[in-house]
T-cell receptor, first 113, second 112 residues
Framework: EAAVTQSPRNKVAVTGGKVTLSCNQT?????MYWYRQDTGHGLRLIHY???????EKGDIPDGYKASRPSQENFSLILELATPSQTSVYFC????????????FGPGTRLLVL | QQKVQQSPESLIVPEGGMASLNCTFS?????YFWWYRQHSGEGPKALM?????GDKKEGRFTAHLNKASLYVSLHIKDSQPSDSALYFC????????????FGTGTLLSVKP
């Protein structure tokens, strides 16, 4: 099964500070995704990528940037963190076929004070 | 945009009982559907996929898809305490990127 790891697992940040969440996958998937999970909203797509050097906006991209420097790594960047960005963030990877499954990491719990 | 709704929000079933989870979607052109399961403190994990109308059985789990009725369901037979988790329906949308839109989830509790 696909292996997706995330760091840090927990993060406390201050309002206005910069936060970088990192994701690594070891299964050579072209596609990678960042979601946030909030009670009552399920999982919502923030940014995604087709491969190294590409980033695309998802459904809720405002306040977030993404970076895909290599096939294996995909980062989510909060330049000016706000309390509304307190959430659990999940990274996922998957293949390019329509029927390909997405594999999720363990999540990062972010608290913005 | 595609909308995915799940019911019930929460469900309690006795050990050994049947759990039935429901999901409706809004785009008739949708082709690919997944059920994901998330145990507390973990990331979601794909449980099963279904792409054709009808039933698909994998062990104690049966998924049902009716594209014309915009409906997909998951039935868990002989429920076990280890099945207690948050279950998401996910539907692929958009022309590229294999993007998924998730329902808000059903929290299943299986009581011994």
């Amino acid at each position: 099964e696909a292996a997706v790891t995330q760091s840090p697992r927990n993060k406390v940040a201050v309002t206005g500070g910069k936060v970088t969440l990192s994701c690594n996958q070891t299964n050579n998937h072209n596609n990678m995704y960042w979601y946030r999970q909030d009670t009552g909203h399920g999982l919502r797509l923030i940014h995604y990528s087709y491969g190294a050097g590409s980033t695309e906006k998802g459904d809720i991209p405002d306040g977030y940037k993404a970076s895909r420097p290599s096939q294996e790594n995909f980062s989510l960047i909060l330049e000016l963190a706000t309390p509304s960005q307190t959430s659990v963030y999940f990274c996922a990877s998957g293949g390019t076929g329509g029927a390909d499954t997405q594999y999720f990491g363990p999540g990062t719990r972010l608290l913005v004070l | 945009q595609q909308k995915v709704q799940q019911s019930p929000e929460s469900l309690i079933v006795p050990e050994g009982g049947m759990a039935s989870l429901n999901c409706t979607f809004s785009d008739r052109n949708s082709q690919y559907f997944w059920w994901y399961r998330q145990h507390s403190g973990e990331g979601p994990k794909a449980l099963m996929s279904i792409f054709s109308n009808g039933d698909k059985k994998e062990g104690r789990f049966t998924a049902h898809l009716n594209k014309a009725s915009l409906y997909v369901s998951l039935h868990i037979k002989d429920s076990q305490p280890s099945d207690s988790a948050l279950y998401f329906c996910a539907v692929m949308y958009g022309g590229s990127g294999n993007k998924l839109i998730f329902g808000t989830g059903t929290l299943l509790s299986v009581k011994p």
